[in-house]
């Protein structure tokens, strides 16, 4: 069929916030070591026009909300070929501990990330 795993898509995103995290100056192995914790609470994706295989592709990622306990993602995936979308959707993860537990104060990754969209 030839066409890109749907599923794959959701990795795409992954690698765009990774990427866009980079970008600001800090790695997820960062964060770990500073004892916050990104997991995924809830996730989307509405699949536009398809991929394949051996398409190059272009993931950009905002971060559209933000509070002191979550974080949310906005990704879009394009072929770079003719710049078509082919998905779009978004992630939301909570800040937590190394034992899970919700952090509600005291959150240094929120707080650095609102100091660097203030930069945009």
């Known amino acids: 069929m030839g066409v890109a795993y ?24 960062d964060w770990e070591a500073e004892g916050v914790m990104l997991p995924v609470v809830e996730a989307n994706c509405r699949y536009r026009s398809p991929l394949f295989y051996d398409d190059v ?6 971060v559209t909300a933000l509070t002191t306990v979550s974080v949310t993602f906005q990704c879009r995936v394009t072929r770079e070929s003719d710049g078509r979308l082919a998905a779009e959707g978004w992630t ?8 899970g537990k919700l952090l509600r104060k005291g959150n240094p990754l929120a707080d650095w990330l609102k100091e660097q969209l203030a930069y945009l």
């Not at 939301?92 to 034992?99: C, D, G, L, Y």
């Open 92 to 99: 939301r993860h909570a800040f937590v501990n190394p034992q």
């Open 57 to 62: 592709i272009c993931v950009e990622t905002t």
């Open 6 to 29: 749907y599923g794959r898509y959701l990795d795409w995103f992954e690698m765009g916030r990774t990427e866009l995290c980079r970008a600001f100056g800090k790695t997820y192995r």
